[in-house]
């Protein structure tokens, strides 16, 4: 089927059915994205190490565990911003 016959059809679909259709198709794009964008990432990683430019590959913690084992570095003096600030004027 072409993409003109599939249009065709879907306007013959009625709103809500349209609507259905297009949740389940941007679910599956991003899906498709993200399974992707891993596989590129792995392919960089690899040809990095391959290259001797990484001894290993570095683990692939989910974001959730990098947030949950976040520890802040209380350093001392202004905020940077007000260096910066002070430094340009």
Known sequence: MTPT????EIN???LV????????LSREVAEL???DLGNREKLFLENLR???MLSNLPSQ???DDVR???????IGG????ETIIKERG
């Not at 016959?5 to 065709?8: K, R």
């Not at 059915?17 to 389940?24: A, D, P, S, V, Y």
């Open 50 to 52: 391959r290259k001797g």
């Open 78 to 81: 202004e905020p940077l911003s």
């Open 33 to 35: 994205e993200e399974s």
């Open 5 to 8: 016959e599939v249009l065709n």
């Open 17 to 24: 059915e349209k609507r259905e259709l297009l949740e389940k």
């Open 12 to 14: 013959k679909m009625p």
């Open 68 to 74: 949950r084992n976040f520890k802040r570095i209380e």
């Open 61 to 63: 913690d989910s974001d």
